[in-house]
């Protein structure tokens, strides 16, 4: 019985998670939504889908390249997270992500790595430090602002 109640949650957070991506991604208009996936490096592929990665021939793996936003610096302006999923493109982690700001001038990259991004709660500057982490038990990057960038720290 356990394990069905287990299995039960973790198919509803699944589901939480494939019915978020939409939302997040219903925050920018199509045009803008185009601009920050070329911006970070994604191009449009048959059936619509932003792709940086092609797999030759597909794999189960692949999950073409989603749009979240979030504010990370609480100037009230929602920074873009892109990601993609790919085995064959991005080893055993399988995941590749970029983070995007908006200025002035357009989108601009901030970070772009092959790992999963986990936000810590320091922060410099307003910003907060970024682990990029993956499998094993090793220790991983931290990324952290510097005024200008994300630098790795260890």
């Keep these: 019985m356990e394990s069905i109640c287990r299995n039960i949650s973790l198919a509803a957070v699944a589901l939480a998670v494939v019915a978020a991506a939409p939302a997040a991604r219903a925050g920018l208009a199509p045009a ?9 490096g994604f191009k449009k ?8 990665c092609r ?4 794999t189960a793996s692949y999950l073409p390249g989603s749009i979240e936003l979030e504010d990370l610096d609480g100037d009230g302006r929602p920074e873009a997270w892109f990601k993609e999923s790919s085995i064959s493109c991005y080893g055993n982690t399988a995941e590749a992500f970029v983070l995007l700001t908006r200025d002035d001038g357009g989108w601009r990259v901030l970070l772009d790595a092959v790992g999963v991004p986990v ?11 970024i682990e990029v982490g993956g499998p094993g038990f090793g220790k991983f990057p931290v990324y952290r ?3 200008k960038a994300y630098g790795a720290r260890r």
């Design 119 to 129: 936000v810590r709660k320091a922060k410099r500057g307003g910003w907060p430090d």
């Design 45 to 52: 592929a048959r059936g619509g889908q932003y792709m940086r």
């Design 145 to 147: 602002w510097d005024g």
């Design 55 to 58: 797999e030759d021939p597909p």
């Design 32 to 40: 803008e939504q185009a601009a920050v996936f070329k911006a970070a």
